[in-house]
């Protein structure tokens, strides 16, 4: 069975410092030499975006429901029997959530590295690092390591506070060259994070000296059986669109199309390239389409080849922003509205709080699809529904799907490999 070693990053709460520090342990051991395979807990889309940049390797999700345990652990295993180091970036709180990342790090045996924010904060820090330590006991914690720590006096304060048998990893000071900006759906994406190599550079450079940087001990990762998967994509040109303004994209999801056969070509609508040549079906992933609205409107060959596409009859999967691109029309939060693809009868608008937060999944006849929706903004359209998603917390309606023509459109974002025989209907055409 491969092993290697491995660590969990885990926090106290959101806005601790995870992603800072996982991507900045990415790149110090990429600098000495090391192969870095990182993971994300949870269906988020922009942290991986950032790791993946530290890591130089794309960065699949890990969720003990949305992936599920068996498919986590093959993913798992494949990373062990080709890296060095295994990162894997909790979400929220350590015990936040069902399934939470405590779950995910006592199910593979991953010891938790916990980020703790010690702003405005002295003793108390080690009451919480005791209350994440010993909370559950099948958690092994590697040990704590505080941020935004002030001074070397503070830093003192800290390590009095904590109990002995826990690690004191060391500490992170407060910095505008380490802090990663954020906005309503999370982090920035990378592009639109000023110097963010430096950024996270600057991350690895402080964390040469403290004890997380040491190779923590190998994880022995059960392989999970093969899954041979039917060919049922061969011979299809499936186009993604994939830029600034769409950029919500399982790594997982594209891998799965090229295992079914189908060869994948991406292309930028903000950049007004028309669809690839031969394309037999289109995928319009979630992004920030209302960030780019006026400039997508005026992109006259992206919007002529996707409606010609739509025009022959060729399926279209359009899922949030991807949604929203193909509606009459959307209006912003400052009141402006700006006319879309109108491939889709419907309106949407962004709004000022969340509108949908939560896993989901979607019943058909060629079985479950697993996802999640997290979205700020409302829709309208007289469309009705062709089905619907359910809840994961509690089995009640979720998220529509519409079909209209050739275009299957929903605010869920699908995890495909969870159903790769829906995936293949709905790229055929076939699904509703």
């Known amino acids: 069975m491969p092993a290697c070693p491995a660590l969990f990053i885990g926090a106290s709460a959101s806005g601790q410092g995870k992603t800072t520090v996982t991507a900045g342990l990415a790149l110090l051991h990429r600098q000495r030499g090391r192969q870095v395979r990182v993971f994300k807990t949870g269906p988020d889309f922009l942290d991986p975006m950032i790791l993946a940049r530290a890591s130089a390797a794309p960065v699949q999700s890990l969720d003990l429901w949305m992936v599920g345990e068996q498919e986590c652990r093959r993913l798992l295993a494949e990373a062990a029997a080709e890296a060095d180091l295994i990162l894997i970036e909790g979400v929220m709180g350590l015990f936040d959530g069902t399934p939470n990342s405590a779950d995910l790090a006592a199910a593979f045996g991953v010891p938790v590295a916990a980020v703790i924010s010690a702003k405005s904060m002295a003793q108390t820090f080690g009451a919480i690092a005791s209350g994440l330590a010993r909370h559950r006991a099948d958690i092994r914690m590697h040990g704590v390591l505080a941020n935004h720590v002030g001074s070397a006096r503070h830093a003192q304060m800290l390590q009095e506070g904590m109990p002995g048998d826990i690690r004191w990893l060391g500490g992170l000071p407060p910095s505008d060259r380490i802090a990663l900006p954020t906005r309503h759906l999370g982090l920035h994406q990378p592009g639109e994070i000023d110097q963010l190599d430096m950024r996270i550079a600057f991350t690895a450079q402080a964390l040469a000296d403290t004890l997380l940087a040491e190779l923590p001990a190998p994880v022995v990762f059960e392989p999970a ?188 974002h699908g995890y495909w490999p969870s159903n790769p025989t829906l995936t293949a209907a709905l790229f055929h055409g076939t699904a509703f």
């Open 225 to 412: 059986p093969a899954r041979a998967l039917p060919r049922l994509l061969e011979d299809m040109r499936i186009a993604i669109a994939r830029d600034d303004a769409f950029s919500f994209i399982y790594p997982a999801n594209v891998r799965l199309l090229e295992s079914l056969g189908a060869q994948v070509e991406f292309f930028s609508p903000l950049a007004d390239e028309p669809l690839p040549v031969g394309t037999d079906a289109l995928y319009l992933p979630g992004g920030y389409p209302e960030l780019h609205a006026a400039a997508l409107a005026g992109n006259s060959t992206s919007a002529r080849s996707i409606r010609s596409h739509a025009g022959a009859g060729r399926p279209i999967l359009a899922e949030c922003g991807g949604m929203l691109y193909l509606l009459d029309s959307l209006t912003d939060t400052q009141g402006t509205t700006t006319p879309m693809l109108g491939l889709l009868t419907g309106h949407a608008t962004m709004r000022g709080r969340l509108a949908s937060l939560g896993m989901q999944a979607l019943e058909t006849k060629q079985g479950r699809l697993a996802g999640h929706a997290f979205h700020y903004s409302s829709m309208t359209t007289p469309l009705t529904p062709a089905a619907h998603a359910l809840r994961a917390r509690d089995g009640a309606l979720g998220e529509p799907i519409y079909r209209s023509g050739s275009v299957v459109a929903t605010y869920m």
